[in-house]
C-alpha cells in the first residue's frame, strides 16, 4: 500500500478554541482504529494543548505559539517538512496553515473546497458547514473521506495519569470545592451568544436557596468582576483564573452538572460524561444542532426555534447577548438542574 493510501505520519491542524479542539478529537480515534500504527501529530495554539496531550490516540502535540514553531508561516512549514507527514487534515482551514502544509511538501492535504485558497490542499472536501445540518464533530470526520473512511462514531477521550488527577483533587478541596457541586460557567470569551449575568444569579440562587448542591463558578482570571455581580445575588464559590484545563477537568468529572454557554468547558463536560444544562439563541449559524453538547439536545434550554433575524444582525459587545436569550428563565434552568441533580444522587 501506497503512504497516501495507508499513512505512517497524519497531522491534525486545529488552532482556534478549546472548544473546537474538543470536537476534533474524535478524528484522532477513527484514524487509530482504521491505521493502528500511525503516529498522529495534533497542531494547536498553546492555551489547548492540554486537550490533546490528554488524548491517548495522540502521539505528539506542537504549540502553534510555541518555541518549535516561532509564529511565522515560514516557521511552520521548516517545522512540518523536517517531521516528513505524508498526510494532513486541516480541521480549521486558514491561508496561511494551507500555505505552510504546501510548502511543507506534505504529500496528501486535506481540506475544505470552498476557500479560495482551497487550491492548495489537493484532497478537497466540499462540504458548507454554515448550513448547520449536521455537529461539528461529524463535520470534522468528514474530512477523513479521502483516506478511505467513512460514518466514524464520535467518541470522546480525556485521560489524567491517576497521580495528577488525586493533586488536582487535593487543590479543589483546598480551594473549598465541596463533593458534586453545580458547576456555572458564565462567559463564553467572546465566541457565542451568552445566558445574561443576571439570569446565572438567578440560578445561582436558587440552586443555594435549595440547599443541594454548591455553587462554583469557573472562567479566566479576568472575568472576576462577571463572577462578583453574580456572587452579590447569590453567593457562591469563584475559581476565575485558579484552575489549568487539567484542573478544570477534574472538577467536571466530579460535578453534578455544568450550567454554561456554548464554550470549551461545555464540551469537556460532556467529553467527560458530566451533565450539563446549556443556553442558545435562535440564529443558524450558532445553532445547538452543530455547536451543541454533543448528543445531548434535550439538555439545550433556547427561547424559541425559530430565526431571530434581529439577533443576527448584532454587533460588537451587544452581539453577546439578545433578547431572546434574556427571554430564557432562569427557573426553566433550574428545573433541568434538579433533574440531573435527582438523577445523579447517591
Same mark, same amino acid.
Given at each position: 500500500?501506497?503512504?497516501?493510501?495507508?499513512?505512517?505520519?497524519?497531522?491534525?491542524?486545529?488552532?482556534?478554541?478549546?472548544?473546537?479542539?474538543?470536537?476534533?478529537?474524535?478524528?484522532?480515534?477513527?484514524?487509530?482504529?482504521? &491505521?493502528?500504527?500511525?503516529?498522529?501529530?495534533?497542531?494547536?495554539?498553546?492555551?489547548?494543548?492540554?486537550?490533546?496531550?490528554?488524548?491517548?490516540?495522540?502521539?505528539?502535540?506542537?504549540?502553534?505559539?510555541?518555541?518549535?514553531?516561532?509564529?511565522?508561516?515560514?516557521?511552520?512549514?521548516?517545522?512540518?517538512?523536517?517531521?516528513?507527514?505524508? *498526510?494532513?487534515? @486541516?480541521?480549521?482551514?486558514?491561508?496561511?496553515?494551507?500555505? *505552510?502544509?504546501?510548502?511543507?511538501?506534505?504529500? /496528501?492535504?486535506?481540506?475544505?473546497?470552498?476557500?479560495?485558497?482551497? &487550491?492548495?490542499?489537493?484532497?478537497?472536501?466540499?462540504?458548507?458547514?454554515?448550513?448547520?445540518?449536521?455537529? #461539528?464533530?461529524?463535520?470534522? /470526520?468528514?474530512?477523513?473521506?479521502?483516506?478511505?473512511?467513512?460514518?466514524?462514531?464520535?467518541?470522546?477521550? &480525556?485521560?489524567?495519569?491517576? #497521580? #495528577?488527577?488525586?493533586?488536582?483533587?487535593?487543590?479543589?478541596?483546598?480551594?473549598?470545592?465541596?463533593?458534586?457541586?453545580?458547576?456555572?460557567?458564565?462567559?463564553?470569551?467572546?465566541?457565542?451568544?451568552?445566558?445574561?449575568?443576571?439570569?446565572?444569579?438567578?440560578? @445561582?440562587?436558587?440552586?443555594?436557596?435549595?440547599?443541594?448542591?454548591?455553587?462554583? /463558578?469557573?472562567?479566566?482570571?479576568? #472575568?472576576?468582576? /462577571?463572577?462578583?455581580?453574580?456572587?452579590?445575588?447569590?453567593?457562591?464559590?469563584?475559581?476565575?483564573?485558579?484552575?489549568?484545563?487539567?484542573?478544570? *477537568?477534574?472538577?467536571?468529572?466530579?460535578?453534578?452538572?455544568?450550567?454554561?454557554?456554548?464554550?470549551?468547558?461545555?464540551?469537556?463536560?460532556?467529553?467527560?460524561?458530566?451533565?450539563?444544562?446549556? &443556553?442558545?439563541?435562535?440564529?443558524?449559524?450558532?445553532?445547538?444542532?452543530?455547536?451543541?453538547?454533543?448528543?445531548?439536545?434535550?439538555?439545550?434550554?433556547?427561547?424559541?426555534?425559530?430565526?431571530?433575524?434581529?439577533?443576527?444582525?448584532?454587533?460588537?459587545?451587544?452581539?453577546?447577548?439578545?433578547?431572546?436569550?434574556?427571554?430564557?428563565?432562569?427557573?426553566?434552568?433550574?428545573?433541568?438542574?434538579?433533574?440531573?441533580?435527582?438523577?445523579?444522587?447517591?
Amino acid at each position: 500500500m501506497s503512504a497516501l493510501t495507508s499513512p505512517r505520519r497524519i497531522l491534525l491542524a486545529r488552532t482556534d478554541r478549546l472548544g473546537d479542539v474538543i470536537l476534533s478529537t474524535p478524528v484522532a480515534t477513527a484514524l487509530k482504529a482504521a &491505521f493502528p500504527g500511525v503516529h498522529l501529530t495534533f497542531l494547536v495554539r498553546r492555551y489547548a494543548a492540554d486537550i490533546p496531550r490528554c488524548h491517548p490516540d495522540v502521539d505528539e502535540t506542537l504549540e502553534l505559539d510555541g518555541s518549535e514553531i516561532g509564529g511565522s508561516a515560514h516557521q511552520l512549514a521548516r517545522a512540518l517538512a523536517a517531521r516528513r507527514f505524508d *498526510a494532513a487534515i @486541516a480541521l480549521h482551514p486558514r491561508p496561511w496553515l494551507a500555505w *505552510a502544509l504546501w510548502r511543507a511538501r506534505i504529500p /496528501l492535504r486535506i481540506g475544505t473546497g470552498y476557500r479560495w485558497y482551497s &487550491f492548495l490542499f489537493n484532497r478537497r472536501v466540499r462540504e458548507h458547514r454554515k448550513t448547520a445540518e449536521r455537529h #461539528e464533530a461529524e463535520y470534522n /470526520l468528514g474530512l477523513l473521506r479521502p483516506l478511505g473512511i467513512s460514518q466514524a462514531p464520535v467518541v470522546f477521550h &480525556f485521560e489524567l495519569p491517576p #497521580e #495528577e488527577e488525586a493533586a488536582a483533587a487535593r487543590k479543589l478541596a483546598a480551594l473549598g470545592v465541596a463533593q458534586r457541586p453545580v458547576v456555572l460557567h458564565p462567559s463564553s470569551g467572546g465566541s457565542s451568544r451568552e445566558w445574561p449575568p443576571e439570569r446565572y444569579g438567578e440560578l @445561582a440562587g436558587l440552586i443555594a436557596s435549595s440547599g443541594q448542591a454548591q455553587v462554583v /463558578l469557573v472562567g479566566e482570571a479576568g #472575568e472576576a468582576d /462577571l463572577h462578583r455581580s453574580i456572587q452579590e445575588r447569590s453567593g457562591g464559590l469563584s475559581l476565575a483564573g485558579h484552575l489549568s484545563v487539567r484542573e478544570l *477537568a477534574v472538577l467536571l468529572r466530579r460535578a453534578a452538572v455544568l450550567a454554561g454557554n456554548s464554550s470549551g468547558p461545555l464540551h469537556l463536560a460532556v467529553a467527560l460524561g458530566t451533565p450539563v444544562v446549556t &443556553f442558545f439563541p435562535p440564529i443558524r449559524a450558532c445553532r445547538p444542532e452543530r455547536w451543541g453538547p454533543y448528543g445531548r439536545r434535550e439538555d439545550v434550554l433556547m427561547s424559541q426555534e425559530e430565526e431571530c433575524y434581529r439577533c443576527r444582525r448584532g454587533r460588537g459587545a451587544a452581539a453577546r447577548t439578545c433578547a431572546c436569550m434574556e427571554a430564557i428563565p432562569a427557573r426553566a434552568a433550574w428545573e433541568k438542574v434538579k433533574e440531573h441533580l435527582t438523577a445523579r444522587s447517591p
